[in-house]
């Protein structure tokens, strides 16, 4: 029952590119009778505008119809997302249209998108911060439609949203967190260990070989030991010139 | 400052769990309408509130509660295995030593910064995690909010889902909560990324022992507390002198550390006289402190 969302989350973290990512969820969401996904950047993920799609499959035909025809302005699956309470839920259309005043508008977009062979959707808040939101629809003729599909799909989307997100900002020239996932240490750090490389930021927190000592619970003995190795394995004279080179190399990130 | 309570210091803890308590009570009943914890007495308190929990509470300077949350061993029940057992339905929750489950997060005020700009939670998060890291625990699991889980997937952390976002409560007039189980792995590298994520470069945990040492703008490493409590395990009968101990070494103005210099001389004539381990005093000295006014 759950194999296949098993074995999407673990290959959701080895996707590459938004192609790939899309190919994944085609081959997921297909089985629960959803044609049309699409995930769009609400407001505040920098390197996108708002309201761009992040990543989806989307029926071409009904997104130009629902462009060419400005929907977007009164779409109440939209509305409705953008006015949530902070709290993540999932809503399927029937249940915004059974729960809802809709305006005469808003009632067309869902009679047309019934004619569109979408019949039901799901529509998933995904608030990753106070100044980020991104919405994910999705729709299909034959939706199947009970909690546990809920909780299947909610999984997918966040999952999917998430790798999306990390992609693009990094085809953007940006980190998920800047200057972190993509700090990868420089060859010659490598070669220190653990421990040396504790003992390297004590020492640029300008702690002296008896403080480091007594932090780290071993004798000043050691403490020498491991420093003349830092200064053996960085080629350097001086444990300053080591703490150099752990800067310029980006060791204190 | 993080105050860490658990069974070896929660004698001194006394007035400030009460207030936690009442306080959970007034979050988690009155505002969030969770019915089934209500009790007359006004105190929310469930099984899992018992002498293995562990505390980690927000306090300010007057020892009022900003915020807090819960650590409770999986060798035990947990909420996982229990309330929520039919939750994890993509893998279990892992029981161990090594494995811990956190519960009952809340903040009283949203609005509060500390001097340097940081609201409660970052200051929670990272001390439990600094606190867990040097405990050598492994992961933490857990029942959260979806909501919470959709914003944690943009923090440096490794945080899996254990089940599928799902429904809950709506019994006896309780409203329909969304959340769902998961992990988070622990790492130093982890904790590193998240310190510098939201720029906290110094140590959380706080030395502060109940009312004997109200100080709470210095942070300790969990090194030092962690000692700490091995040594009030041990020698119970010394806590006091523990706790002035680490009252003296709190201070930060000039004056106030000449006068706790006089005192760690007294203390130490004290030490010598109880057979004081002299491995607490390499731990507590004050190269192990640092100045956190975060």
Not at chain 1, 124 to 130: E, G
Not at chain 2, 76 to 86: A, C, E, S, Y
């Amino acid at each position: 029952m759950y194999q296949t969302i098993k074995n999407f989350l673990d290959e959701v973290y080895t996707v590459e590119t938004i192609p790939e990512l899309e190919t994944l969820l085609r081959q997921v969401l297909e089985h629960y009778g959803i044609h049309h996904f699409i995930c769009t950047n609400i407001y505040g993920l920098d390197c996108l505008a708002d309201r761009k799609p992040m990543f989806g499959m989307w029926d071409t035909k009904w997104v130009n119809h629902f462009i060419n025809n400005s929907y977007y302005l009164e779409d109440a699956v939209a509305q409705h997302c953008n006015g949530l309470e902070d709290d993540g839920r999932p809503y399927y259309w029937t249940e915004l249209i059974a729960n809802k005043d809709l305006s005469k508008i808003q009632y067309k977009i869902f009679g047309e998108a019934w004619d569109a062979d979408l019949r039901e959707g799901l529509v998933i808040p995904l608030r990753v911060s106070d100044d980020e939101l991104a919405m994910v629809s999705m729709a299909g003729k034959n939706f199947k439609q009970n909690s546990e599909v809920r909780g299947i799909l909610h999984t997918v989307s966040m999952q999917a949203h998430r790798k999306a997100r990390e992609i693009l900002l990094r085809d953007h020239g940006k980190q998920l967190m800047p200057d972190l996932l993509g700090f990868v240490p420089h060859p010659e750090m490598k070669r220190l260990t653990p421990t040396e490389l504790n003992i390297l930021k004590f020492l640029a927190e300008d702690k002296t070989p008896t403080d480091i000592a007594v932090i780290t619970g071993v004798s000043i003995h050691t403490v020498n030991h491991h420093s003349a190795n830092i200064k053996r394995k960085l080629e350097v004279k001086s444990l300053y010139g080591a703490i150099g080179k752990a800067i310029r190399y980006g060791l204190f990130h | 400052m993080i105050h860490v309570i658990n069974k070896h210091n929660r004698h001194l803890y006394y007035s400030v769990l009460d207030d936690m308590h009442r306080l959970r009570h007034k979050v988690f009943v009155e505002q969030r309408g969770w019915k089934k914890l209500e009790k007359l007495d006004g105190y929310e308190i469930d099984e899992f509130d018992n002498e293995e929990t562990t505390y980690f509470l927000k306090l300010d300077r007057d020892m009022r509660i900003l915020g807090g949350m819960r650590m409770c061993p999986t060798t035990g029940p947990t909420q996982l295995n229990t309330i929520f057992k039919d939750t994890c339905v993509l893998d279990p929750q892992p029981v161990g030593a090594e494995h811990y489950e956190w519960s009952r997060y809340f903040i009283v005020d949203t609005k509060y910064r500390s001097a340097l700009g940081k609201p409660v939670h970052y200051e929670l998060y990272a001390g439990i995690l600094e606190y867990a890291i040097a405990r050598g625990i492994k992961t933490l699991s857990g029942f959260i909010e979806t909501a919470t889980y959709t914003r944690s997937l943009n923090m440096p952390w490794d945080m899996k889902q254990l089940g599928l976002p799902a429904e809950y409560g709506g019994s006896h007039g309780e409203p329909i909560g969304y959340g769902l189980p998961t992990i988070l792995t622990l790492d130093t590298i982890a904790l590193r990324k998240t310190k510098i994520f939201w720029r906290m470069r110094k140590p959380v945990l706080s030395l502060s022992l109940g009312e004997l040492t109200p100080f709470a703008e210095i942070g300790f490493k969990p090194a030092v507390v962690l000692a700490v409590e091995e040594f009030i395990a041990e020698h119970p009968e010394h806590i006091e002198i523990v706790a002035a101990y680490a009252e003296a070494l709190q201070a930060v103005d000039a004056s106030t550390r000449i006068k706790a210099a006089e005192v760690i001389a007294d203390l130490s004539d004290q030490e010598l006289a109880i057979d004081f381990s002299p491995s607490m005093l390499n731990k507590i000295n004050v190269t192990n402190i640092s100045v956190a006014a975060q």
